[in-house]
Structure formats: C-alpha cells, structure tokens
C-alpha cells in the first residue's frame, strides 16, 4: 500500500522541478538592457570575413541579476549616459580610445533610465561586476562605484595602472577607484552563497576575463558569455580574435566553459550575437 505514496511524492517532485530549479530562489531575476549595435569595421580582428558571418553587427548588452541577498550588475555598456541625448530614434555616436582608435555604436536608450524602468535605482546594486576592462563594457561603471566590486586582481590592476591596456576608457571607471572590493582569486566566485549566481573564470581576451552563470527557477541556467565569443560564427568554426591577451588561454577557456556547458545543462547567451541578443526580452521584462 506504500507504492502510490511513493509514486505520489514522485509525481510532486518532478512537477515541482519542472516549475523551480532545485534551490534556486523565488524573485531571483534576470533583466536584459540594450546597449546599442557596434558596427565592426574589420572582421580580420575576429579570424573570420564578412561573408562568414549572418551579420558583422554586434550587440551590447548589459545585465542586472535581482536575488533575495542583492543586487549584480554584469557589465556597463559601451556609451555613457551622460555622453549623449537620445532623441528616441538611434543616434550613431562616435567614439575615440584613449590610442586613436574609432569605435561607432548606434543606440537608442540610456543605461540608467533603463534600470529605472526596472524599478532598480544605480545605488540599489550591491555588487559589480565586468567580464573585462574594455571599453564597450565599462562605460557607465562609474555609476555603481557605491557597490562592491568583484574583481580579480591582475584585471583591476591593468585597468588602474597609470598606463591601462589598450581598448580601455579609463575615465568611463574613475571612480571605482574608490569602491570597496572584493578580490576574486579562485577560479569560480559564488556570488550570493547558494549556488544560484557564479562568477567563473575564462581568461584569455583579457588577463582576468570572466562570465557569469544563473541559474533561474524557471528559465533554468544560463551563461553569460561575456567576449568569450563575439560572433556565433566564432564558436562554430573555432575562431580566435587575433587581439587576444593571450589566444592559447582563451583557447582553453572555451573548452573549459564549453565542458561546463555540457555538465550544467545552461544556455550560453553571447552578448555580442547581434541576432541572439535581438531575441532576448529587455528590461523592464525579465527572466526568472
Ligand atoms: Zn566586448
């Protein structure tokens, strides 16, 4: 007479795991935010030619994870608020590194109205964190310096030097300065303690260059790419940017994350992938 207990409890179990990933949070959330498109003016940087590509656009993206212990923002976009007026059509803004190089970014809406909308004010996010120091993800940085900042060491301290590494805006990240820090020095960073938001290490574009998985009650788990990849097509035919830190780390990196990928069962989400991106939905919509 046990049997149909047992069977029942199964039955539970299963309908609960279908509705809420184990341990993963009610109100832990994940909003997406446009960042505008980059145009790419040399494919060769990627080892790939524009007819290998469905689009040589790139996407910029930013995130922002809500969890019940805090708030993480992932990445900080490529313009600043304050370098421009949106008009409420896209607006194409020119961008000069600190060496002379020209960047363009064609977008639509500010960062921080954007978080805003999502009902989440800059001094509400408790932790920061970039995938790396380039310029396209640390634009509005300075607006999180009140938050912790989870950093590996050899990255903050190529982006603090008084000469910062190439494809940096170091005026864009002043002020984190002055943040208080969190050293990340193992490999994988657990972010709230449970399990549910994980700092992970993929060097290689960059000397301290990370992503960030989620895991999602009912999306299930995702990774943040960050610039492991910048095109699909880099992931599909092996291709390494010819301006990687270091190419046999990054190398390494993605059949690192790519075993994670297996083992996890997560969906990588490139945050450069013009056409994946277009797909997500923006903040003030969200993932759970
Ligand atoms: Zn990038």
């Not at 809420?20 to 145009?39: E, I, K, M």
């Not at 639509?108 to 995938?131: F, I, N």
């Not at 035919?237 to 270091?246: Q, V």
Request: proline share 6%; with cysteine.
């Amino acid at each position: 007479m046990r049997l149909p207990a047992v069977i029942t409890a199964a039955c539970l179990l299963s309908v609960l795991s279908v509705t809420a990933q184990r341990g993963s949070p009610d109100g832990l959330r994940l909003y997406v935010f446009d960042g505008g498109t980059l145009a790419s003016a040399d494919m060769s940087r990627y080892r790939l030619t524009a007819s290998e590509v469905a689009t040589t656009n790139m996407s910029v993206t930013c995130f922002l994870v809500r969890h019940p212990r805090g708030v993480l923002m992932w990445d900080a976009g490529a313009v600043p608020d304050a370098s421009w007026t949106p008009t409420g059509r896209p607006e194409l803004q020119h961008l000069t590194m600190p060496d002379g190089q020209m960047r363009e970014v064609t977008i639509t809406s500010r960062l921080l109205p954007q978080l805003m909308a999502a009902g989440v004010a800059p001094a509400a996010v408790t932790h920061l964190a970039l995938s790396h120091y380039h310029w396209d993800h640390t634009a509005n940085a300075n607006a999180f310096a009140a938050a912790t900042w989870l950093v590996r060491p050899v990255e903050r301290d190529a982006m603090l030097a008084a000469t910062p590494p190439a494809l940096t805006q170091p005026s864009t990240y002043a002020s984190l300065r002055g943040s208080r820090v969190t050293a990340i020095t193992s490999d994988d960073y657990d972010v709230f303690g449970d399990g549910t938001v994980v700092i992970k290490i993929a060097a290689g574009h960059t000397p301290g260059h990370q992503v960030l998985f989620v895991r999602l009650p009912r999306t299930g788990a995702v990774v943040l790419s960050g610039d492991l990849y910048h095109y699909p097509e880099e992931r599909a035919l092996g291709r390494i940017p010819t301006f990687d830190a270091d190419q046999a780390q990054t190398a390494a990196a993605r059949q690192g994350i790519d075993a994670f990928l297996k083992r996890s069962g997560a969906q990588l989400w490139i945050q450069h992938d013009f056409t994946g991106s277009a797909k997500l939905r923006k903040a003030p919509a969200y993932y759970d």
